[in-house]
């Protein structure tokens, strides 16, 4: 019942995909069809709706001649993208359901992820107030350095507002959460709330610059979120499992980490993508790939020593 529930979202969350990515670059059926590559991170039941779309010939209905390229990896995905070796990526929601089918103890409650997911919309909210309030002291500022005024903005404001929120609403749920008794369960919680976060927030961007942003932030904001989110949660189910056997100084320090190591690394994520520097794109993908080999290989040792809390 439970994987039924998650094949059913995320066939809707392709589907809306397919249907968003064919809006955005219909044309009349007179012109010649625009050449559009696609990677996929992998061939999945998740995205059906695009195979049946292909099978049935409506992107070339649209004007659209889809060619679909597999490129195992996320890294890879997001490297394809940049370098324009394709113009679309997927490597989005499954970050989560990986995460979600690592958890093999004791799989978590589907209403809990599901609240967890509504959590980490919830707490986009808050973050994007604090945004727009401290940019608007950073703007009144006016650092002239164009280096400075974008390290205290992704740094400084939109990292630990971000962060800070989805950690609040993390811990508001899920600290006396009867269900949190394993040390993966908060990696498992962390990505849920990222999901949500992201989904929020791609929303809120669509609806103030339009379908054109859609793309790029599929691409990155929702695999970024997620990733952060891993070492988010792994430092969270250290402070719990500290906290629970009496080792407050441990605790507080993993709860820290928890908040710490996120901002940097969204710090530095977005930081990258806001400096218009050749440099910072080479360094960028070289960061995206280290950080998901990271996060990977942190969930997979996680699962395998899932400590009882």
Same mark, same amino acid.
């Given at each position: 019942?439970?994987?039924?529930?998650?094949?059913?979202?995320?066939?809707?969350?392709?589907?809306?995909?397919?249907?968003?990515?064919?809006?955005?670059?219909?044309?009349?059926? $007179?012109?010649?069809?625009?050449?559009?590559?696609?990677?996929?991170?992998?061939?999945?039941?998740?995205?059906?709706?695009?195979?049946?779309?292909?099978?049935?010939? !409506?992107?070339?209905?649209?004007?659209?001649?889809? @060619?679909?390229?597999?490129?195992?990896?996320?890294?890879?995905?997001?490297?394809?993208?940049?370098?324009?070796?394709?113009?679309?990526?997927?490597?989005?929601?499954?970050?989560?359901?990986?995460?979600?089918?690592?958890?093999?103890?004791?799989? @978590?409650?589907?209403?809990?992820?599901?609240?967890?997911?509504?959590?980490?919309?919830?707490?986009?909210?808050?973050?994007?107030?604090? @945004?727009?309030?401290?940019?608007?002291?950073?703007?009144?500022?006016?650092?002239?350095?164009?280096?400075?005024?974008?390290?205290?903005?992704?740094?400084?404001?939109?990292?630990?507002?971000? @962060?800070?929120?989805?950690?609040?609403?993390?811990?508001?749920?899920?600290?006396?959460?009867?269900?949190?008794? !394993?040390?993966?369960?908060?990696?498992? !919680?962390?990505?849920?709330?990222? +999901?949500?976060?992201?989904?929020?927030?791609?929303?809120? !961007?669509?609806?103030?610059?339009?379908?054109?942003?859609?793309?790029?932030?599929?691409? +990155?904001?929702?695999?970024?979120?997620?990733?952060?989110?891993?070492?988010?949660?792994?430092?969270?189910?250290?402070?719990?499992?500290?906290?629970?056997?009496?080792?407050?100084?441990?605790?507080? +320090?993993?709860?820290?980490?928890?908040?710490?190591?996120?901002?940097? +690394?969204?710090?530095?994520?977005?930081?990258?993508?806001?400096?218009? $520097?050749?440099?910072?794109?080479?360094?960028?993908?070289?960061?995206?790939?280290?950080?998901?080999?990271?996060?990977?290989?942190?969930?997979?040792?996680?699962?395998?020593?899932?400590?009882?809390?």
């Amino acid at each position: 019942m439970k994987k039924k529930i998650i094949i059913g979202l995320s066939f809707v969350v392709v589907l809306l995909g397919v249907m968003l990515l064919a809006f955005g670059l219909r044309k009349n059926k $007179d012109s010649s069809l625009t050449k559009v590559r696609l990677a996929e991170v992998t061939h999945s039941s998740f995205y059906s709706p695009l195979y049946v779309a292909i099978e049935k010939g !409506y992107f070339k209905e649209a004007g659209i001649d889809l @060619e679909l390229i597999l490129t195992p990896g996320a890294d890879k995905v997001s490297a394809a993208v940049l370098s324009g070796d394709v113009e679309i990526g997927f490597a989005g929601a499954e970050s989560a359901i990986y995460v979600y089918k690592q958890d093999t103890v004791e799989k @978590e409650p589907i209403g809990l992820l599901l609240a967890l997911f509504g959590f980490g919309m919830l707490s986009c909210i808050p973050a994007s107030i604090l @945004e727009e309030v401290f940019t608007g002291f950073l703007d009144a500022s006016a650092p002239q350095d164009k280096t400075t005024y974008y390290l205290i903005m992704c740094f400084g404001i939109i990292a630990i507002a971000e @962060e800070g929120s989805k950690l609040f609403f993390l811990k508001r749920k899920t600290w006396r959460d009867p269900n949190f008794n !394993y040390t993966f369960d908060g990696l498992v !919680y962390a990505v849920f709330i990222g +999901l949500g976060f992201a989904g929020l927030e791609n929303i809120l !961007y669509v609806m103030n610059f339009g379908f054109g942003i859609v793309i790029s932030r599929g691409l +990155l904001a929702i695999p970024g979120h997620c990733t952060f989110a891993v070492f988010m949660g792994l430092f969270y189910s250290r402070s719990k499992f500290f906290d629970t056997y009496g080792k407050r100084g441990r605790a507080k +320090l993993s709860m820290f980490l928890a908040f710490f190591v996120p901002v940097l +690394l969204h710090g530095y994520y977005d930081f990258c993508l806001m400096m218009t $520097d050749d440099r910072l794109t080479y360094a960028f993908l070289i960061f995206v790939v280290i950080v998901d080999i990271a996060a990977f290989l942190t969930v997979k040792k996680q699962s395998k020593g899932d400590d009882y809390i």
